[in-house]
């Protein structure tokens, strides 16, 4: 059997070059003083670290570390050595001027002016469906095509794409109803598409492997959840014990959603509600509290002010805080906003992107974020959705589970969770929406319900040691879907 | 000092030492910049040009400077990027 490659990596202290005698004598900083050169990583962590695994250079004991590990091998190495910084060794050559080839893109000559109505209606009751978001591709590789929106009569008007067969189309309602997708559509004028209703005691990936808890299992009483988003609710399902909004220039006061994605993250943590008339998060019981980062007028959210959100969570006494988003460059002041959190006891679960098998994103790659990944199941959504072509290799032990297509992979994934076809709470009603998003949430909440049930760790004192017996915790709480470590990390965790 | 990606525009400054902020730091930022917005040990600022940011900067050494960068809602829907063709 081919053996894996190992690679070299430096473990460093979270902040600086080497812990500094004032820092806790955490079961960390212990365990890392006593990584000398030749040691075996096995011989000093729990986990099940490889003989090949092993300190090849250190600075100091207290010092940097240049470990040789298995790539596979690093989930488990950060599981174990939970606030440690780990960086993979890199050399530098020269600089040599390299010539860049840039192909223009050419305008295009010409284009197709033939209009087309389409009619959506539920496919239930025949009512129209308004405010569906429709992408009609005439050339999917090349993102050729053309979006427009429903209207109060359920008619969607398109002006360049009639009269052809399209390559692929995407409907996505607002709420109470499922996505349609179809690929070589033949479009006609006047043409109806049926969606499918929502119904909310549809057992979608989330209630597959994470029923409803039953009376008497923990559903995260004490402990207290922080959603940095778009805001959260208001909602019938969803009880907001307090937040912000930390936007630059906007009332503090007011952290409404100004999307539909902070309300469904928040429901697929906290929503309260019963099927079939509500839905229900990971964990009800939770304290639920929202940061909204995302700005009023559609700019986006600054980096400022999700580092002033993860400040205000952890001044909050928040344990875990779910960020469902990134993709921008790493910067070092959002980075230290998460070490902060890790410091005080509050940990970070961060959605790793949706580029389809790219790297994972900033600042889920930043070390001291639990970065999550996401997967679903063949069955749990209906097979003419929008959810159809995010099934993708690797499939799982269990070969109904899968990667989900747009998630990103690497080094950095710590879990996996179910984020393909999630239905949850939106502002009005109910969606299924997927994404790494939607990923993160259901293991944060997971989290908070197993850390429910261990009081003595909720009582230590708000500190790095509080973390990382947290991560310690969940790390014992966690299985392999048969994916591969760069795609699941420890894998997924369980109640 | 690191600086990164420097433009016209707003610009986090991050203190990497330990709160509370310097004083005089603080007089000097003040004095080349428009203070906008302040967190526990960072500051967004609007900047004049690249040269004041970069001797703010240089007279810095324990901040760091950056532009502020914007994350968009995650989304998994794909995009149209061109009208089609004839």
Redesign the interface.
Known sequence: MAQAPTQNYILLPKTDMRFSAESLATTTRQAFSRLTVDTHLDDVLDGDLSSKAVVLDTTRHSGAKLVRVTAAELPNLRAQLPGVRIVPEVFYYPQRWMQEVRNNVKP?????RVSVRLLLKDAKTGSPVADA?V?A????E??????ATSNAQGVVQFR??GN?TLDQI?I?PKAGHWSFWKQNFAVKTNDTITLQPVKLDFKDAKTFFYPPATEGQPTGKGVRVGVID?GVGPHPDLTVAGGVSTV??EDSSNFADV?E?GTHVAGIIAAHGTSPTGVRGAAPEVELYAYRV?SRNN??????A???AI?QAVADGCDIVNM??????S???TE??IS?AHENGTICFV?I??DGRQPVSFPASYSLSLAVGAMGRKGTFPANT?DAP?VLAPFGTDKKNFV?A?SNIGPEVDFIAPGVGIISSVPGGYAPM????MACPLAAGVAARLLSTESSVLAMPRTAARSEAMIRFLAGHVKSMGFGPTFEGNGMLFV | MTIKVMAHGRYILNFKGVPPLPADDMKLIRSKTHLVDASRKSLLVEGSDETVMNELARKLPQWTVSKESCYTVPTTRPRVQKTPKS
């Open positions: 295009l000559q010409g284009q197709a978001t992408v591709f005439t050339n999917f090349q993102r050729e095509g053309e979006q360049n794409i052809r995407y996505y778009t630059t220039g999307d994605h995302f700019a986006g959210a600054s980096n400022f999700i580092i002033k400040e469902s988003l990134g993709g921008g460059p910067d070092d002041a230290d906003a902060f959605a992107g949706n929008t995010n989900a747009f997927s994404g790494t998003s």
